[in-house]
């Protein structure tokens, strides 16, 4: 059974700093690209950053570009979303995805083959 569990969300400061950490396991988890998505009530679901399986590639949303990274380490199985520079329009429920595909196609648009319970990031001004 595939379970996916994020971890680290809170709250901070505008032009604060958070990182995101989630675990995947019932998997081979360098088998998928992984992503970070963002939903605020009412909203669609966005795509955040996708990260190839190898870690080689990563894809951004506009809005997150230079200030989020998302990266993974495939031997203790752990994918990471370093957010600097926050603004209250982060604020949002954050999930973890396990992507169907080795690959990205951009940051959003790439199928979920998992997903995780969601972690609240909270940005105060």
């Known amino acids: 059974q595939v379970q996916v569990m994020e971890s680290g969300g809170g709250l901070v400061q505008a032009g604060g700093s958070l990182t995101l950490s989630c675990t995947a396991s019932?998997?081979?988890?360098?088998?998928?690209?992984m992503g970070w998505f963002r939903q605020v009530p009412g909203q669609e679901r966005e795509g955040v950053a996708c990260?190839?399986?190898?870690?080689?590639?990563?894809a951004y949303a506009d809005s997150v570009e230079g200030r989020f990274t998302i990266s993974r380490d495939n031997v203790k199985k752990i994918l990471y979303l370093q957010m600097n520079n926050l603004q209250v329009e982060d604020t949002a429920t954050y999930y973890c995805?396990?992507?169907?595909?080795?690959?990205?196609?951009?940051?959003?648009?790439?199928?979920?083959?998992?997903w995780g319970q969601g972690t609240q990031v909270t940005v105060a001004a």
């Open positions: 995805a396990v992507q169907m595909y080795r690959y990205c196609s951009g940051a959003s648009g790439n199928p979920v083959k998992n």
């Open positions: 990260i190839f399986w190898n870690g080689g590639n990563k």
């Open positions: 019932g998997l081979t988890f360098d088998n998928y690209a």
